[in-house]
């Protein structure tokens, strides 16, 4: 192991200025630069020592950086005097760096000119093969601009033979010891390395088409020039599809969860059942739209769903909540009950919107969800999931009715999974005895179905209403994307949404001076990753979320079927106001007003609960009628129209 290559390309590292972490460059998808230790790498798994012929392998935490005067690296000890032969493996999930160069790390000269021995880096696909490669001088580049005397490693990644660069789940680090003494390797900043933006590059070419780049401008400012108001919607909404017809997986037809554009981009290359129902929703949509055809929607679905019935589950029935989109591997073992139920529901539109197309396979994946599993009978709650791999349900429940969690009571319900008197026990404030909640409802005693429960409500400047728990118009609104509030519950969940509505307005507006309103959990930048927060209004929340001045587009477009005028006001003040927060897919998720700050990212779930919501505004309720003419529908219609929440 003495000496280094002559002759050969720069190092990659030579692009790290001063201060700067393999973070700051697109160029670098980092497995671990050991700045916070080495117990976990930064997709936050775990490095094991997974063989040891001589149980005397240790590693350690090492102080010096490569780099930088601050951070770390790892060390690796052979102790104790034994000739060893150990294997350090980190696992990173499902990685795609189809199109990185090299495998590159740093290595300690004066130990690696000490070390007799050999050392291999190896790596693992998601179909277990594996190859590695002996660090020889080839692959070694001698820093001559930074003090410290370390060594760029650099290996051409097509000298891991066999291997499907789409998939890597593991890297191993090989270490064979030839001496009897004690010996020690010092390594930092592992990474793949390739052209500017690496990791998009390389899930990119996995989607139908690649996301382009961010649209500052023009779009806002021709979107601004349409005075038509349903031209104007019509637009979103087109704008909207094409994110669905974008960034799906083109050999699963699976949606990718997120895709973040600007200055750091990314793809988020897992889907969840919440994510693959608005795909199949948004289908029915662009059918509506006349954005496709009838034929063309008809193959999305029955591709999406060939795929769908072959996902892994648990017990065979269930869903998992996380799912990669071009392995199809869980990538969790959580069920979550919540996103069966958007699953469920989207089944039942589709059922409607395409008679006989897939009735067999929908009625046989409805019939195997079966939400009893989920619930409590002490409490009359439904529990958010189950963790397979702690083998236990989730202590938590679903305890108000005014959450993004009555449409899987409604589904549970009109399944015949539950008993209608579940929906009595759903709270609808909670106890009055409570008193760290936001205020103390009022109320009285009231019966529904045999049930005595508590109907309480709170006020918001005179104005009784049913809170939530957090106070964002995602929890109130979501669910009236598929039921039919405004015919069915005009006393009660109409009446609601629509005080629910007025008060974020005037709390946005009036109060906070905002120029634009809708508080709802969005995505927000934090550095080159991102963050997903709950916002919400705590007037009218029991808890309450968090308000920083986060203002979502798609909580806006939420309150299209309540306040049509307001809403569309609101739409375009965000242009004029903030002409940035429209890119290629319409509405960016999020946009800090305090600060002028768009998050550049594209959710499925919000970029569905969009197009489902406009395309209810344009055709008159298109998605919801459906949904009420399946008998999912119909036989939930009681739960609907027997309250009347404020008498």
């Not at 690296?73 to 696992?91: F, L, M, P, T, Y």
């Not at 000490?114 to 093969?129: C, E, K, M, P, V």
């Amino acid at each position: 192991m003495q000496g280094c290559g002559k002759g050969k390309a720069e190092s990659p590292f030579n692009l790290i200025q001063p201060g700067k972490t393999l973070l700051h460059y697109s160029e670098f998808e980092l497995i671990d630069d050991f700045n916070s230790g080495f117990a976990k790498n930064k997709q936050g798994r775990e490095w094991k020592i997974v063989k040891d012929s001589k149980p005397q392998t240790a590693l350690a935490a090492n102080t010096e950086d490569s780099l930088n005067p601050f951070g770390g690296s790892v060390k690796i000890i052979c102790r104790d005097g034994q000739v060893a032969d150990c294997e350090i493996q980190n696992h990173f999930g499902h990685l795609d760096m189809s199109q990185a160069k090299y495998l590159v790390g740093r290595i300690k000269d004066n130990n690696r000119h000490l070390f007799n021995g050999s050392i291999y880096f190896g790596l693992t696909d998601a179909y277990g093969r594996q190859s590695e490669v002996k660090l020889n001088r080839m692959y070694l580049h001698a820093d001559q601009e930074r003090p410290g005397g370390w060594s760029s490693i650099q290996i051409p990644l097509n000298e891991f033979k066999g291997l499907q660069f789409d998939y890597l789940s593991d890297f191993n680090i090989k270490i064979e010891s030839e001496r009897t003494d004690p010996q020690e390797l010092i390594f930092d900043d592992f990474a793949f390395f390739g052209p500017k933006n690496v990791y998009v590059l390389s899930s990119g070419d996995n989607l139908k088409k690649f996301p382009p780049a961010p649209v500052r401008h023009n779009r806002a400012e021709r979107l601004k020039k349409e005075t038509n108001d349903e031209r104007f919607l019509k637009q979103i909404a087109k704008d909207t599809w094409q994110f669905f017809d974008d960034a799906v997986d083109k050999k699963t037809e699976l949606v990718v969860d997120h895709v973040r554009l600007g200055r750091t981009k990314g793809i988020g290359d897992y889907t969840s059942p919440t994510n693959i129902a608005f795909y199949w929703l948004a289908c029915v949509a662009a059918y509506d739209l006349d954005f496709i055809s009838k034929k063309d929607a008809l193959g999305r679905i029955e591709r999406s769903l060939k795929i769908v019935d072959k996902l892994e589950r648990w017990d065979g029935k269930y869903f998992y909540n996380y799912y990669h989109t071009a392995t199809l591997q869980v990538t969790r073992h959580y069920v979550s009950s919540v996103d069966l139920a958007w699953l469920a529901a989207s089944l039942a539109v589709l059922r409607q919107a395409f008679p006989g197309a897939f009735d067999q396979t929908i009625d046989r994946l409805l019939k195997q969800i079966d939400f009893s599993i989920f619930y409590d009978e002490s409490i009359g709650h439904l529990r958010l999931g189950f963790d397979e791999d702690q083998a236990t349900f989730s202590p938590y429940h679903y305890g108000l009715l005014i959450s993004e969690a009555r449409l899987m009571s409604y589904v549970a319900i009109a399944k015949g999974d539950l008993p209608k008197t579940h929906w009595a026990r759903i709270n609808r404030t909670l106890p009055a005895e409570w008193n760290w909640q936001t205020q103390t409802p009022q109320g009285r005693e009231k019966e529904l179905f045999g049930i005595s429960y508590f109907g309480g409500y709170y006020t918001y400047k005179g104005q009784k209403l049913l809170p939530s728990w957090g106070g964002s118009l995602f929890e109130v609104l979501s669910p009236a994307l598929l039921l039919n509030s405004k015919e069915l519950s005009r006393d009660s969940f109409w009446l609601n949404n629509q005080r629910t509505v007025e008060a974020h307005i005037d709390y946005a507006l009036n109060e906070k001076k905002y120029p634009v309103w809708g508080l709802a959990p969005a995505a927000i930048p934090n550095g080159k990753q991102w963050l997903y927060r709950e916002y919400g209004l705590k007037a009218v929340a029991a808890k309450g979320y968090m308000e920083e001045g986060v203002i979502a587009p798609y909580a806006s477009i939420l309150a299209l079927e309540v306040k049509p005028d307001a809403v569309i006001k609101n739409l375009r003040a965000m242009l004029e106001k903030f002409p940035d927060i429209y890119g290629p897919y319409g509405f960016y998720d999020a946009v800090d007003v305090t600060r002028n700050r768009v998050t550049e990212q594209y959710l499925a779930l919000d970029e569905g609960m969009i197009l489902v919501a406009l395309t209810n505004h344009l055709k008159n309720g298109s998605i919801r009628n459906r949904f009420r003419r399946d008998p999912i529908g119909k036989n939930g219609e009681m739960l609907l129209t027997e309250e009347h929440f404020f008498n």
